[in-house]
């Protein structure tokens, strides 16, 4: 048992980095660095030259630098699955019994092979904008299936670390808010970076404050979300502090980094309106919007597990 809570955690921390690179991938223009696949330029290790090009490849398609930085992603992507199959084979091996573990450690596994299927098809539409949103919102959903498993397999492991906990009624409904609140949240940001790149294509003299406002109600859709999302967390952060109820440490911690990380990307998606939308910043804006779906899944465990004898 303790083995596979180690897998699934390791698991966890290599799909993030998973997350991250693949952000990297997209904010650098490397995300079309290979052209087709699963080779690069016809090859299975890129070219490092024009002369190992196929006479088929236009040689101004070549870049080096994108080439293998998207190749390295897909690598890791390779490595990151062979973890999560060894999560699972371990899940079933030990956890049998536990329909929670198992339920969701096998779903985050089928979900990766899709999601593997989808970063294929991502190359033979060259990017296609929903084509993205699918590919990013598949991987929150498969990090909210590790995070889930993993702290189920805790309990199974340490007994009823909730057991003393007694949480506010409005508690449940709150959470799920604040996870849909951030899934529509982060669809809507996807959409406004497929439409910043595409008004950039066709208008590349114009300031990117600019091209903003050319998005029309996307972007305050985004804004009136975000401060929704802010108001949800104060209120939940509120009744987990309530005297009348007790809250174990794990739910106390998971809000107060809620918390944190909300007041963070605010300041950054502002940060991206009036100093230009820098890739870097975008970079960790979609990051830490990954992270708040894995502490806001974790929460929701968290409150699930204190209903439990």
């Known amino acids: 048992m303790k083995?596979?809570?180690?897998?699934?955690?390791?698991?966890?921390?290599?799909?993030?980095?998973?997350?991250?690179?693949?952000?990297?991938?997209?904010?650098?223009?490397?995300?079309?660095?290979?052209?087709?696949?699963?080779?690069?330029?016809g090859r299975w290790i890129?070219?490092?030259s024009l002369s190992q090009l196929p006479d088929y490849i236009d040689p101004e398609k070549f870049n080096i630098v994108l080439a293998w930085v998207e190749y390295l992603n897909r690598l890791f992507g390779a490595l990151v699955g062979l973890i999560i199959l060894i999560t699972f084979i371990l899940g079933y091996l030990h956890f049998k019994s536990s329909k929670k573990v198992l339920f969701s450690i096998s779903g985050a596994f089928f979900l990766t092979l899709l999601e593997g299927w989808v970063g294929a098809k991502l190359v033979d539409t060259v990017l296609d904008p929903i084509t993205i949103t699918i590919h990013l919102l598949l991987a929150l959903v498969i990090i909210g299936l590790i995070i889930y498993s993993s702290i189920q397999a805790y309990f199974a492991i340490v007994g009823n670390f909730e057991k003393d906990?007694?949480?506010?009624?409005?508690?449940?409904?709150v959470i799920l808010g604040i996870l849909i609140c951030l899934f529509t949240e982060i669809i809507i940001g996807t959409e406004i970076r497929g439409g910043l790149d595409m008004s950039r294509k066709d208008n590349p003299l114009i300031e990117g404050i600019i091209l903003l406002k050319m998005l029309g109600p996307f972007k305050y859709m985004h804004t009136i979300l975000g401060f929704s999302l802010l108001g949800l967390t104060l209120y939940l952060r509120k009744i987990i502090y309530d005297n009348k109820f007790k809250s174990s440490p794990f739910m106390v911690n998971s809000v107060n980094f809620i918390m944190v990380l909300i007041f963070t990307q605010i300041l950054l998606g502002e940060a991206l309106v009036f100093f230009e939308v820098k890739p870097l910043m975008q970079l960790f804006h979609m990051w830490f919007s990954s992270l708040?779906?894995?502490?806001?899944?974790?929460?929701?465990?968290?409150?699930?597990?204190?209903?439990?004898?």
């Not at 083995?3 to 995300?31: E, K, N």
């Open 3 to 41: 083995r596979y809570f180690q897998f699934s955690v390791l698991s966890m921390v290599f799909t993030y980095l998973l997350i991250f690179v693949g952000g990297l991938v997209r904010v650098s223009g490397a995300g079309m660095g290979c052209p087709d696949w699963p080779k690069c330029f």
């Open 46 to 48: 890129p070219p490092t």
């Open 165 to 173: 906990s007694k949480y506010h009624p409005h508690a449940k409904n």
């Open 292 to 309: 708040l779906i894995g502490l806001s899944v974790a929460t929701y465990t968290f409150w699930r597990i204190s209903l439990e004898p």
